[in-house]
């Protein structure tokens, strides 16, 4: 990443790709989604794996789905997560780029690839919602580049707890699930398991959030002061 000249957003906004289609788009897909096969996963399943035909498309209904690259030493860098409502297994190729396995226990509705495919061809409307939905993964990969190459400990570690605020779409509510591990987070923001929990630490002790017992969940109890921690 050294050398890369780029101009991105400042803040860090990891996000899955999502469909908001037209009404006609929206129904003739929740239509087949609806008569889709529905699978349970496990914590640590996965849906697929990097290398496996891209048969299906999946929509996560349940749960939280880790997407992640295996590098060549082995390594596991993960690239984003899916949360209930976003589509997993877009792509133009024969085969998954990227793995993707279940953070915790999850439900996942199956499609076929190439039924979608069959309902982009005749509706616009949702063909130009998919291809603004890849551009989007794109735009937060590239986002999450720069996270991962300039900023701080505090500042990855507060970044992703307003995204995960701002996903849930309640503004009044200003508690967020972790349902993942810390090695999880630490596999997307590219810090180690130990750094991630002295951070949450530090911003608990700093009264910016509180984590109740067990550490699943916390609650933003300065939500200005933590955007200012992100340098957002």
Not at 113 to 135: F, G, H
Request: aromatic share 4%.
């Amino acid at each position: 990443m050294l050398g890369i000249q780029t101009v991105e957003p400042r803040s860090f906004r990891p996000q899955a790709p999502r469909i908001s289609t037209s009404p006609a788009a929206s129904n003739s897909l929740d239509e087949r989604l609806s008569h889709a096969t529905v699978r349970k996963l496990e914590s640590k399943e996965h849906v697929f794996c990097e290398g496996d035909p891209r048969l299906h498309v999946f929509r996560v209904e349940e749960g939280v789905i880790a997407i992640y690259k295996t590098l060549c030493d082995g390594r596991r860098r993960i690239i984003d997560f899916a949360y209930p409502g976003d589509l997993i297994g877009l792509g133009a190729l024969d085969e998954h780029i990227l793995s993707a396995q279940a953070t915790c226990t999850s439900k996942v509705r199956c499609l076929s690839a190439a039924t979608l495919e069959s309902l982009a061809e005749s509706d616009a409307n949702l063909a130009l919602k998919l291809y603004k939905s890849v551009c989007q993964e794109l735009a937060a990969t590239r986002s999450l580049l720069v996270t991962v190459g300039q900023r701080s400990a505090v500042e990855r570690v507060a970044s992703f707890l307003l995204a995960l605020h701002r996903r849930s779409g309640e503004a009044d509510d200003h508690t967020v699930t972790l349902a993942m591990r810390r090695s999880d987070i630490a596999d997307l923001l590219g810090l180690t398991i130990e750094t991630v929990s002295r951070t949450l630490t530090k911003l608990r002790t700093m009264g910016v959030i509180g984590v109740e017992q067990g550490g699943t969940t916390v609650t933003l109890c300065d939500v200005v002061r933590l955007t200012d921690l992100a340098n957002e």
